[in-house]
């Protein structure tokens, strides 16, 4: 079942352009599909009651245009799939015309918060959403290469504003982390995150940074090196 969400962009969600921010980018998509699960009767409510939620994996978003202040947008989302553990959805963003201003992929899993570690839903917590053919686009892989080189930045800690209901680092505080790291004038036209694991308040991120041709990586890792997410992003695709 595709689900629709209508909006537009807010003074507070714009960069100095006045454009749609990549991280409010992220939020957008992420809010459409806490919308729909809400919307089923299998939102935040439903989760905490019975301690599961469902954990991003891995995003992939193509960007063709970031949209501007007060401008009338679209978001779409739906599943694509559910196999075991994990689902997979899409998201698109569209302007008023109906034209395609972004659009992603991603893959989530299933996890049972008393336990700590993934399960399988119960019929009833995935019926609502149905499946949809997915999405046409180039799939990238969920594994993002890491290049050998790679230069060690600051290290911060994990701010309160960042944590969300689950008591995690937001998937989209990840990016805005990252984006402190990247050059001002760089035109994001693909981002992919990888999620290796939740970081929660007082935790310090190190971060680690390098550049190719095509593509600059961030890591955010803990103190042993190990990264609580790392991610890609591209001028071009």
């Not at 962009?9 to 990549?22: A, H």
């Not at 119960?122 to 046409?136: D, F, H, M, N």
């Not at 693909?190 to 190719?212: C, F, N, T």
């Amino acid at each position: 079942m595709k689900y629709q969400w209508k909006q537009r962009i807010r003074y507070s969600e714009v960069d100095g352009e006045r454009k749609l921010t990549v991280p409010n980018l992220v939020n957008y998509f992420q809010d459409c599909s806490t919308f729909q699960s809400e919307e089923l009767g299998v939102g935040c409510e439903y989760m905490e009651e019975h301690q599961k939620a469902w954990v991003l994996s891995f995003w992939q978003i193509v960007i063709e245009r970031r949209p501007k202040l007060g401008e009338e947008v679209t978001v779409e989302t739906f599943a694509t799939g559910f196999d075991g553990l994990y689902g997979t959805r899409n998201f698109v963003m569209t302007d008023a015309k109906g034209s395609k201003i972004a659009y992603a992929y991603s893959i989530w899993v299933f996890m049972d918060l008393k336990k700590g570690r993934p399960v399988r839903p119960q019929p009833q917590e995935i019926a609502g959403y149905g499946t949809e053919e997915p999405l046409p686009m180039e799939y990238a892989g969920r594994k993002i290469p890491l290049p050998k080189e790679r230069k060690q930045g600051e290290p911060f800690p994990v701010r309160r504003h960042q944590i969300d209901t689950n008591h995690h680092v937001n998937n989209s505080q990840y990016v805005q982390m990252a984006l402190e790291f990247l050059p001002d004038d760089l035109q994001i036209a693909q981002l992919r995150v990888e999620y290796k694991k939740a970081a929660v308040l007082g935790d310090m991120i190190y971060p680690k940074l390098s550049k190719e041709a095509d593509r600059i990586i961030v890591e955010l890792c803990d103190e042993q090196a190990k990264p609580y997410a790392v991610l890609e992003f591209k001028e071009e695709i």
